[in-house]
């Protein structure tokens, strides 16, 4: 039995409960949270505040990290590596080399796990892009997201101040996508292929002006995206913007002969985004603690990780039912 402990009880860390009651070898220890009161829906576990997590230390064997990755993970993560094995989300892209490196010095040194950049992208599209440019070296990749709200860049919004709440759904250009099925190379930019769009609900006296420039040159989210900011009531964010549903599309497109195309395509649709970005963090932290108990410690991401390490079954068990 795998006993977890959920750092932060969001939207991702309801998902990563609702994913340890699936898993037949995975013990919910507790919930380890900045705000409090909070209600667990698994029966038996209980509510900590952050400060208890160390004295639990014998009873952990996986913290799962669900906090945002604009401010909190990058402090969280290597912090509490430093005591536990751990699993995060971390999906700044440009940033992840930077955030490795830190959390990779923390593990070794205190012979921990951490498995960084997990759930569908950075994670699960991250997997197909290394199998595809690898099968068709003679090729282009392309990803494409939503439509769907970010997580991410949702939070990135909401700690702007002044912001008092705000969804961003992140909308592909599909008649790009159309294009690409069909075999034609193109060369596009980052703007070419999405279109943000931001949902804000902002306090009273706020300059709209001044925030509408401080979000869409936002490094590292919006200044590389053609981005429209439009200003609602809490009324009308709650009404219609409260659903959390995302996906995304990685295309590959290939030659292996000079007559011959190929197309690799892998897609995700996705009633819930966190629930499904939960469930990825928990078959992750199940490989955490397998490399854990192998000595191998430092930190990893899903490109290090041999996919038996996410199932609960022998590898003999898998080779039968699955090869």
């Known amino acids: 039995m795998i006993n977890v402990a959920i750092i932060g009880y969001g939207n991702l860390g309801r998902g990563v409960e609702r994913s340890i009651k699936q898993n037949s070898d995975m013990n919910l220890v507790g919930v380890f949270s900045r705000r409090q ?29 669900c906090g945002g990755s ?11 590596t430093a005591d536990f094995n751990t699993v995060d989300s971390f999906d700044t892209h440009a940033l992840i080399p930077e955030h490795f490196a830190n959390v990779d010095q923390v593990a070794k040194k205190n012979n921990t796990v951490s498995v960084i950049s997990t759930g569908w992208d950075p994670g699960l599209f991250s997997l197909n892009r290394l199998y595809a440019q690898s099968i068709l070296p003679q090729g282009e990749t392309t990803t494409f997201w939503g439509k769907g709200v ?39 930019t980052t703007r070419d292929k999405h279109f943000r769009q931001c949902f804000v609900v902002v ?54 002969h000079e007559n011959s195309h190929q197309v690799i395509e ?25 490399l854990a108990k192998e000595g191998k410690y430092g930190a990893h991401t899903v490109l290090d990780i041999a996919p038996s390490y996410l199932s609960p079954k022998p590898v003999e068990e898998l080779r039968a039912e699955l090869l």
Request: hydrophobic fraction near 35%.
């Open 70 to 80: 604009a401010t909190d993970l990058p402090e969280q993560t290597p912090a509490l």
């Open 203 to 256: 306090a009273d006296g706020v300059d709209k002006d001044q925030l509408t420039a401080t979000i869409t040159t936002m490094p590292n989210y919006f200044a590389d995206y053609e981005t429209e900011v439009n200003f609602i009531s809490q009324e009308e964010l709650n009404a219609n913007h409260k659903k959390m549903p995302h996906g995304g599309t990685v295309i590959h497109t290939g030659t292996t």
């Open 150 to 188: 970010s997580q991410g860049h949702s939070d990135a919004l909401r700690r702007i101040p002044g912001v008092i709440d705000a969804t961003q759904y992140t909308i592909p250009n599909e008649e790009v996508i159309t294009r690409l099925k069909a075999g034609e190379r193109l060369s596009l």
């Open 266 to 290: 892998y897609s995700l649709k996705l009633d819930s985004n966190p629930e499904f970005t939960a469930s990825v963090l928990v078959a992750y932290a199940r490989a955490c603690v397998k």
């Open 37 to 65: 009161p909070v209600d667990v829906q698994t029966d038996g576990a209980k509510v900590y505040i952050m400060d208890d997590v160390l004295k639990m230390k014998d009873q952990i064997d996986v913290c799962i990290l």
